[in-house]
C-alpha cells in the first residue's frame, strides 16, 4: 500500500519565522510534490522533484523553498513566513510516468 | 493555460440516488483522472481515464471522456453516506512535457444524506 506522511500534523507559526513540513514516502517513487490547498483555490502546486538532490517550481512557488535530499525525504520550507501562507499543505508522490499521485494526510499551517 | 474545472460547487443527494459530477478542461490531454477527498484526509484517486478511452468503470463509479467537447463526467450510483466528499478532476499535458503536474480543479463538494 502507498504511503506517505506528513509532520507535522499541525504547526502554528509566527509572522517572519521559519518553518519546515516535512514528507516522508515509502513508495520508491521518483517525483514528489507539494501542494496548497485553499477555498476556493483547490490544490495549488508549490514546488515538485524528480529526485534526490533535484528542486522545481511548481506554480506558486514565491515564498517558498523545497529540498529533496533523499528518495523518501521532501522538505518544504518557509523562510519568512507570512499569514497570506495560513493553508492546508499536502504532499505526494507519483513514480516517473507521474500518472498517478499518493497524497499524504496533511499539514494545517497557521502563521499569526 | 490549461486548466481543470468542475462544473457545480456542491450537490446534494440522499442515500441511494445517483448523482453526476462534470468537468471541463482547456488544453488536449492524454488522461484524466477524478480524485475523492474526505474530510481531513488527502486526495486519493478513483478512476483514470485516457485519451482514447470514452469510459470507465470502477464498482459503482463509471467515468466518461469526450475529447471533443473537453469534458469528463463521474457518475456514482447507489450512493451511500461514506460517499459524501469533495471530487476533483484532474488533467496532465503528457508525460515529460509539464514535468508530470497535474492541474486539479476546484472541486465539487458531494453530500449524501440518510
Known amino acids: 500500500e502507498a504511503a506517505v506522511t506528513q509532520s507535522p500534523r499541525n504547526k502554528v507559526a509566527v509572522t517572519g519565522g521559519k518553518v519546515t513540513l516535512s514528507c516522508n514516502q515509502t513508495?520508491?517513487?521518483?517525483?514528489m510534490y507539494w501542494y496548497r490547498q485553499d477555498t476556493g483555490h483547490g490544490l495549488r502546486l508549490i514546488h515538485y522533484s524528480y529526485g534526490a538532490g533535484s528542486t522545481e517550481k511548481g506554480d506558486i512557488p514565491d515564498g517558498y523553498k523545497a529540498s529533496r535530499p533523499s528518495q523518501e525525504n521532501f522538505s518544504l520550507i518557509l523562510e519568512l513566513a507570512t499569514p497570506s501562507q495560513t493553508s492546508v499543505y499536502f504532499c505526494?508522490?507519483?513514480?516517473?510516468?507521474?500518472?498517478?499521485?499518493?497524497f499524504g494526510p496533511g499539514t494545517r499551517l497557521t502563521v499569526l | 493555460s490549461q486548466l481543470a474545472e468542475e462544473n457545480s460547487w456542491a450537490l446534494s443527494v440522499h442515500e441511494g440516488e445517483s448523482v453526476t459530477v462534470n468537468c471541463s478542461y482547456k488544453?488536449?490531454?492524454?488522461?484524466l483522472q477524478w480524485y475523492r477527498q474526505k474530510s481531513g484526509k488527502g486526495p486519493a484517486q478513483l478512476i483514470l481515464i485516457r485519451s482514447n478511452e470514452r469510459e470507465k468503470r470502477n464498482g459503482r463509479l463509471r467515468a466518461t471522456l469526450d475529447t471533443s467537447s473537453q469534458s469528463s463526467s463521474l457518475s456514482i450510483t447507489a450512493t451511500r453516506c461514506e460517499d459524501t466528499a469533495v471530487y476533483f478532476c484532474?488533467?496532465?499535458?503528457?508525460?515529460?512535457?509539464?514535468?508530470?503536474?497535474?492541474?486539479f480543479g476546484i472541486g465539487t463538494l458531494l453530500s449524501v444524506k440518510p
Open positions: 488544453t488536449s490531454i492524454t488522461a
Open positions: 484532474a488533467t496532465d499535458a503528457g508525460y515529460g512535457s509539464s514535468g508530470n503536474k497535474l492541474i
Open positions: 513508495n520508491n517513487h521518483n517525483n
Open positions: 505526494a508522490s507519483g513514480d516517473a510516468a507521474g500518472v498517478e499521485q499518493y
